[in-house]
């Protein structure tokens, strides 16, 4: 019997930063402590303006084949989940293909989504593992919000981290553990809640669409920028994730003592200290990984991932939950039996 | 730590029907406000949040007037709503909390506080 695997994760940040004083000279309010407070995020990477979310996963793809030599021939099939892709068409993947030297048998898709972008690219790479599509996939997350934000937004410019993650997901006969089962939510009255409005096909960018207004919290945007309602999009966090956590336990047919780490989207601290309160989670087993890179949407995920690997916590045989919520409303948990 | 139900062979409807069982459960055990809770017990608790004396909230005290009513603590509003709504609070009603009195008001409404103690 085939089995999805997970083998490799590495991510890439840019190497520009913001910290928090450099927050405070930017938005002129708050202390670098308030953003800290408000947050639990000292820095974010940011892309340089020249620097596109297909090049960070780039990036991070080439450090994982550096590190593993001969795997880039191997990949027959390229997810990359990103909302920042390079053109409307062509497909970014397409484009990443090229430049990393694929093979030109391989499959290669674009998938938009956010913050639960890992777990549907874990759940696509199992779907063409297991259904004998595919044998070793190579799934990118990227993502430059940093390029919808406006400065002077501090709703958002104090949250949100660009990088990219690339991961190895592989083919095992009769192996064990892998990748598991899968809850799924989707809920689209979430929409306008975490949006960038123009720049599509329903309102292109225009001059009207660049007006800038405030907003009753002094937060300055147009419709080109990234907008978000904290406190709806937390709402709809505390009274879902806690429900898809409990219906993974089920499907799973585990207890939360037979789970050894539940990974969370790394969305603020604070979101996770509710969440932790309402699932009722012990602290040990919910990593927290975001003080350095903040919210990296889609990359939350395989970052911690890839930070309890090199921390020697994680080991083989570990069962693990990955939750993914966010922008959409859309939202997905895994279980990873760590091999 | 309450065993999960066991329900056998998986199939969407009993997923659906083990899960909201064990939500209701669980939503019980989350809630912050005690039972019997009145509009001075919330004053005090929204009081907390705010970091200003309970006895200086105002029906029209909220985030222009109260300056720790900032972006968290309209987030801990929310989510002490929410557990008392059974985890049930609307969009529209987390919106309308702008000020302690519309807090208040819709406490009442839902029978999260009782009448005042004499």
Redesign the interface.
């Known amino acids: 019997m085939k089995k999805a695997v997970i083998e490799h994760i590495v991510s890439y940040l840019p190497e520009r930063r913001m910290d928090n004083e450099d927050l405070v000279a930017q938005i002129k309010c708050w202390t670098a402590d308030e953003i800290y407070r408000k947050t639990g995020f000292l820095q974010r990477h940011i892309a340089n303006p020249e620097e596109c979310a297909s090049d960070l996963a780039f990036r991070a793809a080439k450090k994982l084949f550096q590190r593993q030599k001969g795997l880039a021939e191997e990949v027959d099939f390229l997810l990359f989940c990103t909302q920042s892709p390079d053109y409307f068409l062509p497909t970014t993947a397409c484009l990443l293909q090229e430049r990393l030297g694929l093979g030109r048998h391989c499959g290669a898709l674009d998938f938009n989504l956010g913050c639960s972008g890992y777990v549907y690219g874990l759940s696509l790479a199992k779907g063409l593992i297991e259904s004998g599509q595919a044998k070793c996939v190579l799934l990118l997350t990227g993502e430059t919000y940093s390029k919808f934000i406006h400065p002077l937004d501090r709703s958002v410019c104090t949250l949100f981290g660009d990088g990219a993650t690339a991961t190895i997901v592989r083919m095992v006969e009769h192996a064990a553990a892998g990748i598991g089962e899968f809850i799924f939510g989707t809920d689209g009255r979430g929409g306008g809640n975490l949006i960038v409005p123009a720049g599509g096909a329903r309102k292109p960018r225009s001059e009207a669409t660049a007006v800038e207004t405030v907003d009753e919290d002094g937060n300055v945007r147009s419709q080109d920028n990234l907008y978000m309602n904290g406190r709806e999009v937390f709402r709809f966090a505390i009274q879902t994730v806690p429900e898809a956590i409990n219906r993974l336990l089920i499907k799973s047919g585990l207890c939360q003592d037979d789970v050894d780490w539940l990974v969370l989207h790394q969305a603020t601290r604070y979101m996770l200290d509710e969440l932790l309160r309402k699932t009722r989670w012990p602290r040990t087993k919910v990593p927290y990984e975001f003080e350095d890179v903040g919210n990296t949407v889609s990359s939350t995920i395989p970052i911690v991932l890839e930070r309890l690997i090199a921390q020697g916590r994680l080991q083989t045989g570990h069962r693990v939950f990955l939750v993914g919520f966010g922008v959409g409303y859309s939202w997905g948990g895994c279980l990873v039996q760590w091999r | 730590?309450t065993?999960?139900?066991n329900?056998g062979n998986?199939n969407c409807e009993s997923?659906h029907q083990?899960?909201a069982r064990?939500?209701e459960e669980?939503s019980q055990?989350?809630t912050q406000m005690e039972p019997n809770t009145t509009v001075d017990d919330l004053r005090r608790k929204i009081g907390d949040i705010v970091k200003v004396d309970p006895l200086l909230l105002t029906d029209k005290s909220g985030p222009k007037s109260v300056s720790r009513w900032?972006?968290?603590a309209?987030?801990e509003i929310?989510?002490l709503l929410?557990?008392s709504c059974g985890?049930?609070?609307s969009?529209e009603e987390?919106?309308s909390f702008t000020s302690f009195g519309a807090i208040v008001e819709f406490a009442r409404k839902k029978g999260i506080v009782a009448a005042d103690k004499q």
Do not use: E, K, Y
Request: charge should be negative; avoid cysteine.
């Open positions: 730590m065993r999960l139900p329900i998986v997923l083990a899960t064990w939500t669980t055990i989350a900032d972006s968290i309209a987030l929310i989510s929410d557990d985890g049930n609070l969009a987390a919106a």
